[in-house]
């Protein structure tokens, strides 16, 4: 199967793994819809490939996929694996994400959207699995390129509805599928974490492995155990009934806002490449 050119890449969590997606926006033109693509790590997840116009009407070449789909039986880490070696072989440079979160303080709360500068990581999961023994930096983990295009659409977005954004928080990633106890939150509370859930990693690591810019905004959907007496399961589900399509726009609106030419300095903190990395498509 030939692999797909695109430089850009959609992953969609609360916003676009339920009712939301982006083909249900009319300016997207789609190419081909849940492909399953095989890998040196395996068959990757449903991708969609569609192209947009960005907002100086220059089109762009996406790849979508819903991180909900990597549930199979083959594993999270295994999917990502495959995911992340078909990114590096389509010229995948800039990689927008989106998903739900848990606030482990009561700082935040549901509703908000959170744009995190830095993270924890609490899962077996580690970089270095596309290229053995390939070191990459972790500074300024985020792009602050990407981190910037979702502000500003963060902020139109939570004016519009009469909630809050921040573009600063540590987010901390957890193993799961079980969710966390109230003393383990209580204990990413201590070591500075922000919000919670199972996403982020490995994606924010595997992409600077490929020498992509990556940068996520989440939805908090509720309060993590033991921050608050109780939390409504029914108030989470509405959030995501309500907000889901809407969230999924504003991550989709900021990859369309991102400059042609990137001017972070995320490539830098890439081990020079190695072993014929070359991308084997031409991305537009």
Not at 22 to 35: A, I, K, T, Y
Not at 77 to 93: D, H, I, K, P
Not at 245 to 265: H, I, Q, S, T
Request: aromatic share 8%; glycine share 8%; net charge negative.
């Amino acid at each position: 199967m030939v692999v797909p050119a695109a430089r850009y890449a959609l992953l969609g969590g609360s916003g676009t793994g339920t009712q939301g997606s982006p083909e249900g926006d009319g300016r997207v033109e789609l190419v081909s819809r849940d492909q399953v693509y095989p890998t040196d790590f395996g068959n990757t997840p449903p991708v969609t490939h569609f192209r947009i116009s960005d907002d100086d009407g220059r089109p762009r070449s996406v790849l979508f996929v819903r991180p909900h789909d990597v549930t199979q039986a083959t594993g999270r880490v295994a999917q990502s694996l495959a995911l992340f070696w078909l990114f590096r072989e389509a010229g995948v440079r800039r990689i927008v994400a989106e998903s739900g979160t848990a606030s482990i303080t009561q700082h935040f709360h549901p509703r908000d959207l959170i744009i995190p500068h830095d993270f924890l990581d609490f899962t077996r999961q580690h970089g270095g699995q596309l290229v053995p023994g390939a070191a990459v930096s972790m500074r300024e983990p985020f792009c602050p390129d990407i981190r910037e295009a979702l502000w500003q659409r963060s902020r139109k977005f939570a004016a519009d509805k009469a909630t809050r954004v921040f573009n600063r928080a540590v987010h901390a990633t957890v193993e799961g599928p079980r969710l966390e106890t109230a003393a383990e939150v209580a204990a990413l509370a201590r070591l500075g974490g922000d919000i919670i859930s199972q996403t982020v990693t490995p994606d924010v690591y595997l992409a600077r492995e490929i020498g992509a810019c990556f940068a996520t905004v989440q939805m908090v959907l509720n309060y993590a155990e033991g921050v608050r007496p109780e939390w409504d399961f029914e108030l989470l589900r509405a959030i995501v009934r309500e907000g889901a399509e809407e969230l999924g726009g504003v991550a989709l609106d900021a990859l369309l806002a991102l400059p042609d030419e990137p001017g972070c300095r995320c490539v830098s903190y890439r081990e020079p490449a190695e072993r014929g990395e070359v991308p084997t498509a031409v991305a537009t």
